[in-house]
């Protein structure tokens, strides 16, 4: 019988030991939605489920050779980008894009940790450079409404007069933005998908039954698996929405911090 290979997609991001987001929870998330995830390191946090009490950022160096050995191996489908640290970090992934510019991109924004536990880092130009190199690069990028507007207000995101908080990503040139919990009108709030040409796409959006950390990492994941099977934008992100909802119907509490996502669909 023919082999039948599921489709690769490539992580970057920091790894979490409490396995509440990015590596390796989100290698969980992808094996249950029938990927296979690849990683490439990009930091190393010492936390539990409660805080981080230090991040530990990888050499940029490091982080192109275990991306470009991968890439040069097999033919990744999707790439998938979590939190990045630094701008040099933001600039060494962001040439990788570009070398592979025909891979669907899905840029992960969250907030950024403070600088007391990134040494000798600046978070406000990690996020900058983030901005500037990579929403050009791509295909959608996703974050929670009222993070754009926390960095509105603080003045690390522009306003964009008339439009939302999502078009001043489209504005550095994201082809896609997908925003959650996007108030809509007075008690109803979506899953808000806007592109480049005006597009809109709207899906209901409601608030998860107990407060979860990366309560939008298994969409994120859920949306890159759907582009690695060739579905465009808009029908990847209607798919992804409703396996996240079922990927993030049940979440527990391991320790004495924030409640985790059960990120396995047994």
């Excluded at 050995?69 to 933001?90: H, N, R, S």
């Excluded at 907030?111 to 130009?125: H, I, Q």
């Excluded at 985790?260 to 047994?266: C, G, K, Q, V, Y």
Aim: proline residues 7%; aromatic residues 4%.
């Amino acid at each position: 019988m023919p082999e039948t290979k599921p489709p690769l997609v490539l992580i970057f991001g920091p790894f979490d030991p409490s396995g509440a987001g990015s590596l390796p929870a989100d290698a969980v998330t992808c094996a249950a939605l029938g990927c296979h995830a690849l990683g490439t390191l990009t930091a190393l946090h010492v936390q539990d489920t409660a805080s981080v009490e230090d991040i530990q950022v990888v050499a940029p160096e490091t982080i192109d050779d275990q991306a470009r050995c991968l890439l040069e191996d097999m033919a990744v489908q999707a790439i998938k980008i979590g939190p990045l640290y630094t701008a040099e970090t933001a600039s060494v992934v962001a040439q990788i894009a570009a070398d592979y510019s025909k891979v669907p991109l899905v840029l992960h924004l969250g907030a950024m940790p403070g600088a007391a536990v990134l040494e000798d880092s600046d978070p406000e130009e990690a996020l900058g450079a983030t901005f500037e190199l990579l929403l050009p690069q791509t295909d959608i990028a996703i974050v929670d409404n009222q993070l754009l507007l926390q960095w509105q207000a603080e003045g690390l995101l522009p306003e964009v007069e008339g439009g939302s908080a999502a078009q001043a990503l489209l504005q550095y040139g994201a082809k896609w933005v997908l925003s959650t919990a996007t108030p809509m009108r007075p008690g109803l709030s979506a899953y808000l998908l806007q592109g480049q040409r005006n597009e809109t796409h709207s899906w209901p959006w409601a608030a998860p039954a107990a407060r979860v950390h990366d309560a939008d990492g298994p969409l994120a994941c859920a949306v890159t698996n759907q582009l690695a099977r060739g579905l465009g934008v808009a029908d990847a992100v209607a798919a992804a929405i409703e396996q996240a909802a079922a990927l993030s119907a049940a979440s527990f509490q391991p320790g004495m911090g924030q409640r985790l996502i059960r990120r396995s669909l047994a």
